[in-house]
């Protein structure tokens, strides 16, 4: 087990994994989480191994109505917005106890824990910590549970590296912290191989969600969702769950909640499970009133591709085209920081249009695929990034992206 956790912590001192030339100094930090069901809460501690003196600084911030009882080994203050610890070294830590079960909105869940399982987000349990550290220091991180004696599954977005640990890691962090969907308890799970990504279906037992009905899905359409994005992360947990939990899709860095009464393809032949993926692998995240680029490429690729591994006929496919200008035809502008349905619909006609654009200018050899693979290294992007962007690809102006649908 060290031997492994050693040698994961080898490839990140890889220039391949780098993200900058500066030699990289390692820390260690691990993450510890008690699920403790009989007060819907989970005891955290985090705490700070070799190298912790490459650590100076933790600015933390969180909601003092959901975490209590926090404490820090050095010097900690609390603030009005969260904490400050200043740890002391070699196995400094921070403990605090975290309630896990939160209300979305009045009638739905995003985070739950029964007597018999639990479902959440790192995210959720894990304060957002704003780190100072010594120049070239890079987290290993790792999260371990404690589960009460009776639960036996448990699963998280991360490689495991042992019954119930896994290997953290997010190259956009210096201090990595665990974040995206987990499920721990009395939950059924199917796990596949799909070319170079793991994928995990996780729901509590008696769930709606048939979780072979999705692999199998998933492994008829694999080969038309690497062709598209390219490069797909090494592992997806899909998590699902009954009311009261959220009745929708929610989707983190590598993981996704989909409600156990959506279906793989709904009645207007779109694909609530792949809209969710696409979110996943592309992690597009749209800012300055541009929800509509991440939101309309997880629908436009929701048909695309299931019409590309042969999911559909051509009738169908055109009928679902038809549908969506139906429904979105009084949508006059696309900008917006939250966009709805109609919007949706509508930015995928946009897309569908510029693809065929895209094709058309190179001669059928760039299309869609190819900006969105190019704008995957952006995060966040904006209208005008995503007009510079696919331009610049395209070599020239397209129609498409100068309509009165993305002016400011």
């Not at 820090?72 to 009005?80: L, N, P």
């Not at 920081?337 to 200018?361: C, E, H, P, Y």
Request: aromatic share 8%.
């Amino acid at each position: 087990m060290k031997a492994l956790f050693s040698l994961l912590a080898l490839l990140l001192c890889n220039p391949a994994f780098a993200q900058t030339p500066t030699a990289i100094k390692p820390f260690q930090v691990d993450y510890h989480v008690t699920l403790v069901p009989s007060s819907d809460q989970a005891k955290v501690r985090i705490v700070l191994g070799e190298g912790a003196a490459l650590v100076h600084q933790l600015s933390l911030r969180f909601d003092a109505s959901r975490f209590s009882a926090m404490t820090g080994r050095g010097q900690f203050s609390k603030t009005a917005s969260g904490a400050i610890w200043k740890p002391d070294g070699p196995g400094a830590t921070l403990a605090y106890t975290v309630k896990i079960s939160r209300y979305r909105d009045a009638s739905s869940m995003d985070a739950r824990m029964t007597a018999d399982w639990a479902i959440f987000r790192g995210d959720s349990i894990v304060p957002r910590i704003s780190a100072r550290l010594s120049k070239g220091a890079r987290a290993r991180a790792s999260l371990n549970f404690t589960l009460p004696a009776n639960w036996r599954g448990l699963d998280t977005g991360y490689p495991r590296i042992g019954p119930s640990r896994f290997f953290v890691h997010n190259p956009h962090r210096h201090f990595d912290q665990p974040t995206g969907w987990m499920i721990a308890g009395n939950v059924g799970l199917r796990r596949d191989q799909l070319g170079l990504t793991h994928i995990a279906v996780a729901a509590p037992r008696g769930t709606q969600l048939d979780r072979m009905d999705a692999l199998t899905f998933l492994n008829f359409v694999w080969p038309e969702v690497e062709s598209a994005f390219g490069k797909t992360p090494p592992k997806i947990l899909i998590v699902s769950a009954g009311n009261p939990m959220w009745r929708g899709g929610l989707s983190s860095p590598n993981s996704f909640f989909l409600h156990a009464d959506r279906p793989l393809i709904s009645e207007n032949a779109t694909s609530p499970l792949l809209h969710e993926l696409t979110h996943v692998i592309t992690g597009l995240h749209g800012n300055e009133r541009s929800d509509w680029i991440a939101e309309g490429i997880a629908e436009f690729y929701s048909i695309e591709i299931p019409w590309r591994a042969g999911g559909m006929t051509a009738k169908r496919h055109d009928k679902v085209y038809a549908d969506l200008t139906a429904w979105s035809r009084e949508i006059k502008s696309l900008r917006s920081n939250r966009a709805s349905g109609k919007i949706t619909a509508r930015a995928v006609l946009l897309l569908r249009d510029l693809d065929a654009q895209l094709r058309k200018k190179s001669a059928g050899k760039l299309d869609l695929d190819d900006l969105v693979q190019k704008l995957r290294a952006l995060d966040q992007v904006s209208t005008a990034v995503f007009i510079q962007t696919a331009e610049g690809l395209a070599g020239g102006r397209l129609a498409s992206l100068h309509s009165p649908l993305l002016a400011d």
